[in-house]
């Protein structure tokens, strides 16, 4: 509330606004079959003056006398400008189909839609407006086809799986590269910590708000991307801010606050039950779980032992709900308030903005601030000059997540529920084996990651001739991380040392300096050429230092001053460069006919000095056939669009000085300091170079009422960068070398229907559809020998002719029923019935290490979204669904929590186990730690889901009210994120990926924090 | 207008400038600097012999500290194979070496050897580059002291000593020698073993230029004449040229630079005593340090203890040796293997307690032995430097062996005493199979008692390089 008086102030400035002179035009609008198009929108250009056509498609507009354009549009059909001239009467007649005039950014300036012939896609401010996303990414989720987006993980502000027409690179980045207003930032994580908080990382692009945005444009082929050379393999994603627009100054208040909840929870055992079945399971061992975890802690859990039966009776035994201790309703909240406007020369766009999360889980939160100012004025006739400038600070609570047994969420769902919370002193309750009480680790331990983040550019456009402009643009992007790790004495993984605290800061800066001359001109009546030809430099610094410290007295001091010891302490400050010099032609003949071509050198520090610089060049040919003769006056086909490219892409993301040989400092010795070897040189280390072929088609048809747009690629990368193994006798083990070969094929599909439209007051439904297929595989490696990564060295493979990163394993066909079924297996010699069976894979008689294959696809087949708008009146629905089929997920936390054993919490389901009389499951017979927990297919669970990820109903107040408010557009509206799931998926969330953004691990999860359900409820005030 | 004109060919100007260096960062930071010029003057020399110092104690790949040599796996693998110690861990790497049952995939076996190849690369690289430095002739040297440790360590681990009676036929294959650093991909190539009896040419041949090229002392945990004179007496043992092993280590004891503690508890609880000829100097910073109190000292502690004394070591001891409770914790009570413990590292805070490589009292048994076998005959410089070593552990004669013995007896005497006097510091494995005393005393199979060529060598290196006979 304490806003109020803010908003107060503004109505009070508004309504002092004295009414200027007008004067009243007047129109109808109508179709190209003369039928009044109901519901049009006429607004002055520039203004927020504007109302809709009334059912004989007349409308009438008070505008100021000043007033220069008119601007009429209808859903479905292209938008027409008008002059506001002498005359008080101006009719429209509109024609339908797709808005082709439509302008879209792509790489180093704009295009109209219908010259684009690549594949790109855009996502425009009306798509963003008021979702609650935290991020870019997450407004990017299902909305683009081939635009592949893993949530990974419900951590406030962690990094998210985005990858374009599937992954590229093995060791590389697999991120797309972001450009914004212009310019590339710095992505990835910006931590020197995480590597020892595990699981989720932060990551670079969280800074960005997403409700500063205008538009986002993701360029997915060859032709699109191959301007930005060296970086593009993966995709680019152009992000634009808003800016300022002549005209009365327009004020803009949003506001939402909710709450989250989890979305579901494991079930698991009660205390006496999971007892009594380890007990059993254990048998075979001749032990009890009083002999493992000892008489008296089974004792202190509400065990009772009976000295005469030598038996237990657990029915005293607590059961803890750890998930409810540890899982909370936790509020979101954000508000956010912009003006823009601006005279003939000089416009602006400002905007401050708070966000306020707080995680599920106790002791995570994430806040941010941002400020934003873009201005741009007009200097001369010739010289124009932008500012953009984005400000931001973000303080990220984190735990320790994924990956460890660390974390405040593992531990909930990996301590027994036999142990209490909390003692009969009501302190925290004991631990228990390798985990300890959650909620003491969410009290003491503390793990802060505060960012600042300056990112801005200023540019200069001169108008050398009419048809010839240069622009230079100046960008810096500073990123000052700060981190704060304290992990207590009292429990956890500083037990052994008395505490332990990090800290450590991160100053990344990125100067980026481009030069671009645009050239444009018509060649007779009927042929169009334009040139841009540019040039750009770009220095990135890394700026580090780390302190760790051991030896604290208790949880009261934190800092590391209160430490006894120093232990490790670290500081470093590295740099890349690129140069490149780029151009790209377009050409067109009757505006029927296109060509494009484009051209990039590159040249990086990060490669050998006998591959220093490398060539990207892309083609691409476009066919508007619709403009023919032939289907010029087809009333079922509106537009028919051709599309072909070809082009090369590269990727430059490996590390700052992998092809020299290098002595490392820190090799000390006996108090002295010393050097030593560190990494074998390879001078012709190179990039990682991505071919692509696209063919892409654009169809519209009812008059633009259903529009679809396919697309077909070819992505191949070769020379991945590998470490080739080599003998230890060299004092090293490996080095990099350009080896590999990853395909990834696929299509897309993007239908937008215009299903009802009745224009503005009447009932309107339209619907976007997206679909993406991609079918990835590894078509080479070093000398095509098998890499293994992920949980336990080899969850993830990859093997010549499987998808990246297969998820790897033992095959588990079932249990076995019987001895007969036993005689003569593999497992003869171990296996009693009720067993899982195990596919001997090298046929060697035994089930041994060799016997691991590949055991499911972490890759999705199709993947996409659906989203459908109502509108009726003033009130808005809009329901989007996001939705992934085909991929597996490797539910790895079953290794623990399906072993029988008394140390970790076990699944309910392991109550049915298999016995004689209980033939007909999939839980084995109970064996405490058998050979049941091997990493295999008994643990692979589909992944398939749909998800109703956002429904937002909205109410906008007419203008009748509005006006007499002083206001110009009130908004109210309500909208839940991830309210259902449909998915066969067993564990908490489908979307869970443990190993982050990194392009090694995917498609496990291991003891992942879920994502929330998100409800907010939201006012949108313009004035 | 014009301004602007110019303004705009000042800016493109200085973009094209600013770009020059853009490309050609030097790395600064953890200050890593090129290898091709790592070493060109003294002070870089003994940067990087320091550096080699520490490839005895750390390894760093990928960030991540491992400690394979003398920071525990090597350290420890002598008495593990052998009888003395027990793997009370989850690891199978370790499991399995304890219990002979190592494959040639065995992580640890190949992290050893990986660990020992990267020390000798660092040493190759001084030797190679300060050769031409003038006044770096003494690092020089005691790189070559730590290329002969290196190459020791790595034939006594995968290879059959000399002596070794065992039949097998690749008894005589030794370790592949690379005495060049290696600095690029032209570099790489496919490499074999050579024998045994090169390998250990290359160790003496390293061992006496090493001593010819240093002085009677130096700073605490670095090289002296002494320490490569002590190595060269245990070399000559293991190649059974006994007349030089004897005369080796007279040298070392008659030098005057070295005299025995009187409390054999004092060569653990004393850094750099008197006794001590080589110690590798362990810090408590994190990649100076070791585990070895970590994975030996008690449990009760606090320690991992993830290798755990023997009941045959406890037994070795007579009743009166003073070193039992410098060797072992909980010694009051009848052996358990839950309460038993090493206590010659005990260090657990700071993770920083020495290991010491040679020492007096080693001499001493190096001059029993050999001199005895030298004359074939229990001579009386030989037993006299065996009851040197009673005298001190039981603290008077009383203990002392006797003349008239026959050679076997005194010999197993030895043996034993070299079990009591050196438990844990990395020499009963070895002893055993030079000695032919596997089979007797463990009943193990000696082949076994030599770790495996690691299979990524066999992959890498192709049909070159051969494994040993049993793996």
Not at chain 1, 313 to 319: K, W
Not at chain 1, 862 to 887: M, R, W
Not at chain 2, 52 to 57: C, E, M, V, W
Not at chain 2, 248 to 257: D, F, H, L, Q
Request: hydrophobic residues 40%; negative net charge.
């Amino acid at each position: 509330m304490k806003h109020l008086w803010f908003i107060l102030l503004l109505f009070s400035i508004v309504s002092l606004e004295a009414l200027a002179q007008s004067r009243t035009l007047t129109g109808t609008v109508t179709d190209s079959a003369d039928e009044p198009i109901i519901g049009a929108n006429v607004v002055v250009s520039g203004t927020t003056i504007g109302t809709v056509t009334d059912i004989d498609g007349k409308y009438s507009l008070v505008v100021p006398q000043d007033a220069k354009q008119l601007v009429i549009s209808f859903i479905g059909f292209q938008s027409v400008t008008f002059p506001i001239e002498a005359s008080n009467v101006i009719d429209a007649t509109l024609k339908a189909g797709v808005d082709l005039t439509e302008v879209l950014v792509v790489g180093y300036g704009t295009q109209q839609k219908r010259d684009i012939t690549g594949s790109v896609a855009n996502l425009s401010i009306e798509d963003l407006q008021t979702v609650p996303v935290t991020s870019i990414e997450q407004g990017l989720q299902g909305r683009i086809a081939g635009v592949d987006i893993l949530q990974n993980s419900g951590t406030p502000g962690s990094a998210i799986n985005v990858r374009i027409r599937g992954g590229t690179s093995i060791l590389g980045d697999n991120q797309p590269l972001y450009i914004v207003d212009g310019v590339p930032i710095t992505t990835g994580n910006p931590s020197g910590l995480d590597d020892i908080l595990s699981g989720q990382e932060i990551d670079a692009t969280a800074d960005i708000n997403a409700n500063e945005i205008e538009s986002i444009t993701v360029l997915k082929d060859a032709a699109a991307a191959a301007l930005y050379g060296s970086r593009a393999a993966n995709g680019v994603v152009i992000i634009n801010t808003k800016r300022g627009q002549q005209g009365k100054t327009k004020f803009n208040f949003n506001a939402y606050r909710g709450f989250q909840q989890d979305m579901n929870r494991l079930e698991f055992l009660s205390g006496p039950e999971h007892l009594r079945i380890s007990d059993i399971a254990l048998q075979p061992y001749g032990l009890t779980v009083a002999d493992l975890l000892g008489q008296s802690a089974v004792e202190s859990y509400g065990g009772i032992f009976d000295e005469e039966s030598g038996t237990w009776d657990y029915s005293n035994v607590v059961t803890t709900d750890w998930q409810e201790e540890v899982l909370r309703t936790a509020p979101i909240s954000n508000y956010e308030f912009s003006a823009k406007g601006g005279s003939e020369n000089t416009r602006f766009y400002t905007g401050f903005s708070m966000f306020d999360q707080e995680g599920i889980v106790i002791g995570s939160s994430y806040k941010r601030f941002n400020g934003r100012f873009n201005l741009d004025h007009q200097a001369s006739e010739k010289l124009s000059l932008s500012l953009s400038l984005g400000l931001s600070r973000s303080e990220n609570e984190r735990i320790v997540s994924d990956n460890t047994i660390y974390s405040p969420f593992a531990n909930s769902i990996a301590l027994p529920t036999f142990v209490p919370a909390y003692d009969d002193d009501g302190n925290f309750g004991p631990t228990l084996g390798a985990y300890d009480n959650p909620l003491a680790i969410a009290e003491y331990d503390q793990q802060l990651s505060v960012q600042h983040r300056m990112l801005g550019n200023i540019a200069a456009t001169y108008q050398i001739a009419p048809n010839l402009s240069f622009t230079t643009r100046w960008s810096a992007d500073m990123l000052f991380l700060k981190e704060d790790f304290f992990w207590n004495p009292l429990v956890g993984q500083a037990v052994g040392t008395d505490g332990e605290a990090n800290t450590s800061t991160a100053i990344l800066t990125k100067y980026v300096n481009e030069n671009t001359l645009n050239f444009n001109t018509a060649i007779g009546d009927n042929q169009k050429f334009d040139a841009l030809l540019g040039f750009s430099w770009e220095d990135n610094h890394t700026e580090r230092s780390t302190l760790q410290a051991t030896g604290f007295p208790n949880v009261e001091f934190t800092t590391i001053n209160a430490a006894t010891n120093y232990t490790d302490g670290f500081s470093s400050y590295t740099d890349y460069g690129i140069v490149s010099y780029f151009s790209r032609f377009n050409y067109s003949i009757n505006n029927k006919y296109r060509a494009s071509f484009s051209l990039r050198l590159d040249g990086s520090s990060r490669f050998g000095e006998n591959n220093r610089y490398a060539l990207f060049p892309a083609g691409s040919l476009g066919w508007t056939v619709s403009d023919e003769p032939f289907l010029a006056n087809s009333n079922t086909i509106s537009n028919v669009n051709l599309r072909l490219s070809y082009g090369l892409t590269g990727n430059q993301s490996i590390g700052n000085f992998a092809s020299r040989g290098l002595y490392a400092a820190g090799r000390n010795y006996a108090g002295s300091a010393g050097t030593a070897p560190e990494q074998l040189g390879n001078p012709d280390l190179t990039w990682e170079e991505t071919a692509q072929f696209n063919a892409g088609l654009d169809l519209a048809f009812f008059k633009g009422r259903v529009a679809l747009t396919a697309d077909y690629y070819i992505k191949t990368t070769t020379e991945l960068l590998l470490p080739r193994p080599i003998s230890g006798t060299t004092g090293f083990t490996q080095i990099q070398q350009n080896v590999g070969e990853i395909e990834n094929k696929g299509i897309e599909f993007l239908l937008t229907t215009y299903n009802i439209t009745n224009g503005g007051e009447g009932f309107n439904w339209n619907t976007n559809f997206n679909l993406g297929y991609n079918k990835p595989v590894v078509k080479a490696l070093n000398n095509d020998e098998p890499l293994f990564y992920g949980l336990g060295g080899d969850s993830n493979a990859f093997i010549v002719g499987e998808v990246p990163a297969a998820l790897y394993g033992f095959e588990s066909t079932g249990i076995f029923q019987s001895e007969e079924e036993i005689a003569g297996s593999p497992q003869a010699d171990t296996a009693v019935p009720g067993d899982l069976i195990f596919t001997d894979v090298d046929g060697d008689g035994a089930i041994t290490g060799n016997d691991k294959k590949v055991i499911g696809s972490p890759w999705p087949n199709v993947f996409g979204g659906i989203t459908n708008t109502f509108s009726f009146k003033g009130f808005e629905l809009s329901a989007f669904f996001s939705y992934s089929f085909g991929n597996d997920l490797y539910w790895l936390q079953s290794i623990y929590a399906t072993d029988f054993g008394p140390f970790d919490a076990q699944l309910a389901k392991m109550a049915n186990y298999w016995t004689p009389e209980n033939p007909n499951t999939d839980v084995p017979q109970p064996f405490a730690f058998g050979d049941h927990t091997r990493q295999g297919s008994h643990m692979v669970f589909d992944a398939s889901y749909i998800r109703l990820k956002n429904l937002t109903l909205a109410y906008n107040f007419s203008s009748n009210l509005t006006q007499k408010l002083g206001l110009e557009k009130i908004r109210l509206y309500a909208q839940g994120q991830n309210l259902m799931t449909s998915t066969d998926y067993p564990g908490l969330d489908p979307e869970a990926n443990s190993g982050g953004a990194d392009g090694t691990n995917r498609g496990y999860d291991f003891y992942a924090y879920p994502q929330a359900r998100t409800i907010t409820f939201g006012v949108n005030l313009g004035f | 207008m014009k301004h602007i004109k110019h303004l705009f060919f000042f800016l493109l100007f200085f973009s094209l400038m600013g770009c020059e260096d853009v490309l050609e960062p030097e790395p600064i930071g953890i200050a890593r600097f090129d290898a091709a010029t790592a070493i060109t003057n003294v002070d870089e020399a003994e940067l990087a012999l320091i550096g080699a110092y520490d490839g005895l104690q750390t390894q760093i790949i990928s960030n991540i500290v491992q400690r394979d040599y003398y920071g525990v796996s090597f350290a420890v693998a002598g008495d593990l194979i052998a009888d003395n110690l027990l793997a009370t861990t989850t690891f199978t790497s370790y499991t399995d070496i304890d219990n002979l049952n190592v494959t040639s995939d065995n992580i640890t076996t190949e992290r050893i050897w990986n660990a020992i190849y990267a020390m000798i690369n660092r040493a190759n690289n001084i030797i190679e580059r300060a050769a031409s430095i003038s006044g770096a002739e003494s690092i020089v040297a005691e790189a070559k002291f730590l290329r002969a440790l290196g190459y020791f360590d790595l034939v006594r681990t995968y290879a059959l000593p000399p002596t070794n009676s065992a039949s097998s036929p690749t008894k005589d294959l030794g370790v592949p020698i690379v005495l060049q650093p290696i600095e690029g991909p032209g570099d790489l190539q496919s490499i074999g073993r050579n024998p045994v009896s090169e390998v250990y040419a290359q160790i003496v041949a390293d061992l006496q230029a090493a001593a010819a090229g240093l002085d009677d002392d130096n700073a605490d945990g670095r090289a002296s004449k002494w320490a490569a004179t002590a190595l060269l007496a245990r070399a000559y043992l293991y190649m059974g040229q006994y007349a030089q092993a004897a005369s080796t280590a007279e040298s070392v004891i008659n030098s005057g630079n070295f005299a025995l503690n009187g409390n054999f508890a004092s060569n653990f609880t004393t850094e750099f005593s008197g006794e001590s000829i080589f110690e590798i100097d362990f810090g408590p910073a994190l990649a100076d340090d070791n585990v070895l109190a970590r994975d030996l000292y008690d449990s009760e502690q606090g320690a991992l203890q993830r290798f755990t004394p023997t009941e045959s070591i406890y037994n070795a001891f007579e009743e009166g040796d003073s070193r039992l409770t410098a060797t072992l914790g909980n010694t009051d009570i009848p052996y358990s293997v839950s309460s038993a413990f090493v206590n010659k590292y005990f260090r657990l805070s700071s993770n920083d307690d020495n290991f010491i490589v040679s020492r007096l009292a080693e001499m001493y048994l190096i001059l029993a032995e050999a001199d005895a076998m030298a004359n074939n005959a229990v001579t009386d410089k030989a037993l006299t430097a065996l009851n040197t070593l009673r005298e001190r552990a039981f603290g008077d004669a009383t203990h002392n062996y006797g003349s008239g013995m026959d050679l076997t007896t005194f010999l197993a005497a030895v043996l034993n005493e070299r079990r009591t006097e050196l438990a844990f510091e990395c020499h009963r494995s070895f002893d055993l199979l030079r000695t032919n005393q596997v089979e007797a005393a463990t009943g193990g199979n000696p082949l076994k008692y030599i770790f495996p060529i690691p299979n990524r060598e066999l992959q890498i290196n192709g049909d070159v390089m051969v494994q040993n006979e049993g793996y």
